[in-house]
Every structure is written in C-alpha cells, then in structure tokens.
C-alpha cells in the first residue's frame, strides 16, 4: 500500500509490515525533516520491507529524478528503522551539498582530529574515523577520508532530525563524540536547514542547564 507524506514524498509499506510503524516512528520521523533539507534531498519514495533473511538494513538509489530509499524492518526495532531512513536521508543529502558547505563540514572534522577526539555519533562512523586514523598511510588514504566524511555527515544529519523529531538523550563514554562538538555539529545542520515552524533544536537555557544530558527538544507544541 502505498500512501503520502509530508513534503510531498510517498512511503509503501509491503506486508506483512505493521501499519503502526508508518505511523507511529517513520511519519513524525519524516514531518521533522525540515523543508529545506527536504527541498534540497529532492523527490523520496520509501518503501518498508520485511526485508526477512536480508543483512542489509537499508539501501537507497537516486533514480529517475527521485531518491529511493529501502528499509528492512524484520526484527528490527521501530525506532530503529525510522533512524535506517534518517541516515540515507544523510547520505542522500552529503552528494548535494554545496562547495561551501563542504568546506566548512571538512574545516569541523579536521579540528576535532586535531583535538584527538576518537569519537563519533554512531558506530558506522566511528569504524570509518578509527580506519583513517590507525596509521599514517590510512590517514593518506582519500578513500578513508571520503568514507568517513560521508558517514560522519550522514550520522549527524540524522542526529538532527532525531532531535528535531523527539527528546534525544546524549550518550557519554568512550566512543561517544562530547557533547561540545555534537552541539557545533547541530548548529551548523541548523544553519543551513533551519527547523520548521513549530520544532527546535535546543530545549530553552534553563531547561538545558538543568537537564544536561538532554540534547534537543522536540516540537514544542508536543
């Protein structure tokens, strides 16, 4: 069955996938794409798969003018899957940014190097940083680099929406990039697409100082 969502885009959810998931975790997870990220990823065509015997927890293609994003949902947590989108949503957005926006995305990566932060948002990125890092050739390697950008832009792009989309606990210890540079982070996604009316990034300063493993808050008229 095959339905619409915000900005335009079409999800199909192939049985025996629950209809709850749809709408309880992709949609909101969707509606708090902010429209200008959602403007430049283009067309989006979502499809939910039982996706049973496969290990391959998503895959998109650009095809025909549209992006086309495949998610498995067969013993995968809900919240999971909708995360699955959000980050090909990322990888989908690092292959339109600008020059600019590259530059200063790679100028962020380099000072948290130059910091020794061994760190990132999620393990796919954090794999990818720690094989450019072990050793002088790795670091020369233009492949690595390129893999790690894209992974580590992909991870935060949807961290951002995550904290768009609900309350979002920080996670701390080892592995974990530090709260300072995940806020530079968000900041900077924010400057470029700014969240839509009615959602924000950061929860107010007192509530921030108060709570502060809580990174985000969600819409605010939630």
Known sequence: MTSRLAHGWTLACEPPVPQSLAREYIRPAVRAVPSSMARRIG??????AAGEGSDIASRWTARAGALEVWVATADVEPHDAAMELLTCLGQALWEKLTEEELRLYWAL???EIGLGIDAEIDEESLERKRSLLKSLTCARSMRRLMEY???SFA???????????HDVTVRSGPGCLPVPQLRRRLELLARW?????GYRLFAPARRYRMKRTS???RNSSR
């Open 43 to 48: 067309p989006c065509r979502i499809a939910l």
């Open 149 to 151: 950008g894209r992974a």
């Open 215 to 217: 990174a985000a808050a």
């Open 193 to 197: 697409f700014p969240p839509d009316r």
């Open 155 to 165: 991870a935060t792009a949807a961290e951002y929406v995550h904290c768009l989309w």
């Open 109 to 111: 990566l380099n000072e």
